[in-house]
Structures are given as structure tokens and as C-alpha cells.
């Protein structure tokens, strides 16, 4: 469903293995393809791939939670006798049901046991700590409910105040203690740099939090997709490029503006040593264009953006030109490649450079 509209019919083929998906009749003459490369706007039924998400489709697999998400689940499951590796796809999405992220929701839905909002974010940190401690599993029902359903590996909580929605984070038992601090820092120079990120905030000094994009100024869920998603990619097996980034945003967005922000986007990545640029840590979503009487892509802010200097084996998640240790030539090429002229390559370059002086940990070398 979107905003109460049906979108289309999801389904298991008869081994109960594969995903199958077919558009509302409805959906075709009104909506939008909620995934264009893998589900185009058209009639038929559509038949998942068995991997990388054995046998779901990749927008829907967004919907789930992973990481931090995903073993809050386990643990309520298991204090409930059920084994979640038994569980289907089907299930996770109706266990999410309206309380995921993204405008997506999913009918009918299994309802956990309901658990309360929490606005005592101290108190969330160290329940979230001693739940990712195996001191106790307990309260995990309650730190699922109030991460709404997010993604990641950090602890996470959703809210909204009078100043509209927000996901805040919480400190993991490996990072240090001015982590919050950290990511401010992070985003704070990506804005001087002029990489578009959301909205955010330091909740009592210490917890880092930022506005959805996946709600409008209205309070109107926004349908989003990662690039993971879209792609019908697993961040598990981290083989990204930026250039199939660019080439994604521009078939998508066809907007010279979006590619100049992934472009400046992987030029912050590499020189603050954000390795933590994986295929579900870039996002876009979709909005009504008044000028065209049509539904429009576009690049979502940036996110996730911190020091992450351990990476995939010591790498970048996401490549440059084919390469984790790229020259300023790598950089240069990869612009080329969708029509940036060089010299406009060189002026982002310098520009991100100049914005983020103080958090450089690895210069483009000539």
C-alpha cells in the first residue's frame, strides 16, 4: 500500500521460495514504478531473483529491518518460541506492516505485542547497551518498536516533536563515547562542502539525530528505495562502483544537479575517510512534480556520514574508477565517464577540499 492506495500483489510461487509481484490495475494508470529496474511500471507478473535476497525483491527487502533491526527481532521471536530463520519474507514484511521505514506499508500485518514510545533517550542507550551486551534480552520488543523498524548497525530511535520526524542515534558498544559528537562534526562540514544533508541536531549533547527525508514538510510518508535496493544489491558483498552510482542517479533523476551531488559525495567519502559507503548508505526518493503533472525521482540527502576507517578489509565499500585507492586521475575519469566536464571535476574537487580541511585523513594524490 501507499498512502492507503493499493500498489500491487505480493505473493510466493508454489515451492513457497521466490517473491512474485504484480501491480494493482489501478496502481498502473495512477502510480509510479516503486522500483524501475527491477519492477517497471507495466501489467504482468513479476518473478524475484533467488539472490542476493533469496527470492524477494530488493525494494521490499529495504522495508526490512537489517543489522541492529534484525537482532532486536531475533531476540523477540525467540522469547516468543519462534525461530526467525524459519520465517519468510512474506512474514518480515508483515511483521513490519506500517511501521517501517519509506512510505511502504503492508496488509494484513502481524502485530507483536504493542510496547511504548520512549522519550528518554538516556534510558534507550542503556537498555540498547545492555541488550547488545547479552546482559538482557527483555526490553529488546521495546528498543524494536521505538527504532521503527531502521536499518543499520547502530542503535536507533524514531520520534517527532513539534518540529516534525526524526531517527536519532545511539552509541554501539564499539564506538566511543562522543560518536554523536562525531557525526555533527561529520555533517556539519559536508554542509560546508556542499553536499546537501538533513536537517540535525545533538539531543542532550550527545545523541545525533536528523530529520527524515522520508516524510514531507505536510507529514505525508515519501517513498524512498536505497541504491542497494534498486539495484538488487547486498551490502554484504560490497563490489560498488561510484561510477554505477552516477549512472544510476542519472537514469533515474536525469538531474545534472543529483550527479553533482554524488559526485562531491564520493570526494567527502574518500578524503574523511568515510568507508562506510555501501549500497544501502545512498537513497532516492520519489515526489510529485507540479511542472510535468508527474511523479519525479530524485537524489535523497546524504546520510551516514562519519569515520569509518576500518571499512571492508581496510577499503572503501564503493570503489573509484575501479579502484580502493584511487588518484586524482581515478577521480577525474569516473566524472568523465557521465559527461562532467574535467574542469568541473577539478572545481568540486577543490571546493569539497576546501570545506572539509580539517577532517582530511586521505588526500587525492596527483
Known sequence: MFHGQTVGLLSRTPDNRINVFEYDKSWL????????????????????????????????????????????LHKVLLNRGINDSELSSLDRLALVGDNGMGALTYSPSLYLEQEENVSDFDRLQEIALEVLKEQQDKDAGLLLYNSGNSGGAKPKAVFSDAEGHWLVKFRHTYDPKDIGLQEARYN??????????????????????????????????????????????????????????????????????????????????????????????????????????????????AYDLTLCSEGYNGEHATSVNGTGQPRLSD????????????????????????????????????
Open 29 to 72: 494508470t495512477n502510480g509510479f514504478s516503486i522500483t524501475p529496474l527491477e519492477l517497471p511500471l507495466k501489467s504482468g507478473v513479476f518473478i524475484a531473483k533467488p539472490q542476493p535476497f533469496y527470492g524477494n525483491f530488493g525494494v521490499f527487502e529495504d522495508s526490512l529491518p537489517d543489522g541492529y533491526g534484525r537482532y532486536l
Open 188 to 301: 556539519e562540514t559536508a554542509r560546508k562542502s556542499g553536499i546537501v544533508v538533513p536537517d540535525f541536531r545533538l539531543i542532550n549533547d550527545r545523541y545525533f539525530a536528523s530529520r527524515r527525508f522520508d516524510f514531507d514538510h505536510n507529514g505525508n510518508r515519501i517513498h524512498t528505495a536505497t541504491a542497494g535496493g534498486l539495484m538488487c544489491l547486498s551490502l554484504h558483498e560490497p563490489f560498488l562502483d561510484y561510477s554505477n552510482l552516477f549512472a544510476l542517479t542519472g537514469y533515474l533523476t536525469g538531474s545534472r544537479e543529483d550527479i553533482e551531488q554524488m559526485y562531491r559525495r564520493m570526494i567527502f567519502n574518500y578524503l574523511t575517510e568515510n568507508k562506510d559507503d555501501h549500497c544501502k548508505n545512498f537513497s532516492f526518493y520519489v515526489i510529485w512534480d507540479n511542472d510535468s503533472m508527474d511523479w519525479k525521482w530524485r537524489l535523497a540527502p
Open 331 to 366: 577521480f577525474i575519469a569516473a566524472g568523465k565517464k557521465i559527461k562532467l566536464p574535467e574542469n568541473r571535476c577539478r572545481e568540486m574537487i577543490e571546493e569539497v577540499r576546501s570545506g572539509c580541511t580539517e577532517l582530511i585523513r586521505y588526500d587525492i594524490r596527483k
